[in-house]
């Protein structure tokens, strides 16, 4: 990895802790009305402007050879929202004779049953090298699957009787998702040229939206005077979160890379990370909805914010490793299927 490229990880790293302390010092800036406008600048803009630039970035070539790719998907949204939310359960079943916050518990059900994310999955996947396409289909797919399958799960392991919009949430990721990717695809025909010449910081630019996201979220749940954290619980969650998506994401890499799995180096690094990763953007409006009205809606929502920057932080340390086992996987694989030379005697 180049010093440049090395020096925009360990920023973007930093760059977490200090939104988040940011946040906490100072949340009426983040929050609904404040200066920054969150309720139009990241509901709309801020997804928006990452899949343009997703859009933008990718070859038309390779997101259209990603369609194709069933199995890859099959295989990242069963994970997802059926392994995923299931195996989270059984683990609470066992977690739920502790002392820890039982609503913090149930804040880590509402995790796993998230769906994948609609940009730090892309966005490290780039990073890596890996196949980008594949993970920009299964967050815009898995993203549209969560606006009816999520809610059912939520309803399943935790209930609610509250009526959950579908129209609406479809519509909206729809403008916000598959819209400024197909525009973004639009205007990259128009100026193929130059982008391959000028070669512009796409992975800075989202990371600096996706940095905007997480801040803005946390505003939001530091400006509720109603939010009673309990410290030992929150620490036990902390390293239950961490531990979850570094078993995860170790368990989908012996599955994706098994000699009749079929699937490439590239193809692996997608699913690591859409597999393991959930919603932050999808996930809390979605958890307004189907618990509005709910007294401890803000404990609930606690663990999927902390889920968000622990996987983009986990992920971002992991990416030197990742990218390191790609390259020297693909070479291998490279060597075995070139065709021997017959040695003459």
Request: charged content about 10%.
């Amino acid at each position: 990895m180049g010093l440049l490229e090395r020096l925009r990880k360990e920023w973007f790293i930093v760059g977490i802790v200090v939104v988040i302390a940011a946040a906490r010092l100072e949340p009426a800036v983040g929050v609904k009305g404040g200066p920054l406008k969150p309720e139009i600048t990241i509901t709309y803009i801020a997804v928006s402007a990452i899949f343009f630039n997703s859009g933008l970035s990718l070859k038309t070539e390779e997101l259209t050879s990603a369609l194709m790719h069933v199995k890859l998907h099959l295989f990242v949204q069963i994970f997802t929202l059926v392994f995923f939310p299931t195996a989270i359960w059984l683990f609470l079943q066992l977690l739920s004779i502790t002392p820890i916050n039982e609503w913090l518990l149930k804040g880590l059900q509402t995790v796993g049953c998230m769906p994948p994310p609609v940009s730090s999955a892309v966005i490290l996947t780039k990073a890596v090298g890996g196949n980008e396409a594949a993970a920009i289909f299964n967050s815009a797919f898995g993203s549209f699957l969560g606006i009816v399958i999520t809610p059912l799960l939520l309803l399943l392991f935790l209930g609610s009787s509250s009526s959950v919009p579908f129209t609406s949430i479809f519509s909206q990721l729809f403008m916000t998702v598959v819209v400024p990717l197909i525009i973004g695809q639009i205007v990259r025909r128009y100026i193929k040229d130059w982008l391959e010449r000028k070669k512009p910081p796409f992975g800075t630019i989202s990371s600096c939206v996706l940095l905007m996201i997480i801040y803005t979220t946390f505003c939001d749940t530091f400006a509720n005077p109603n939010i009673d954290l309990d410290k030992f619980s929150l620490i036990i969650i902390v390293f239950i979160i961490f531990s979850v998506q570094m078993s995860f994401m170790f368990l989908t890499f012996l599955f994706s890379t098994r000699n009749d799995s079929g699937f490439t180096p590239a193809d692996t690094v997608a699913i690591i990370f859409c597999s393991t990763h959930k919603s932050l953007t999808l996930g809390i409006p979605m958890l307004k909805i189907v618990f509005a009205g709910y007294e401890h809606l803000s404990l609930i929502s606690v663990p999927l914010l902390i889920y968000h920057p622990a996987q983009i932080l986990l992920g971002s340390l992991l990416v030197p490793t990742i990218k390191s086992w790609m390259v020297s996987r693909q070479k291998a694989l490279k060597l075995t299927r070139q065709p021997k030379v017959p040695v003459k005697v």
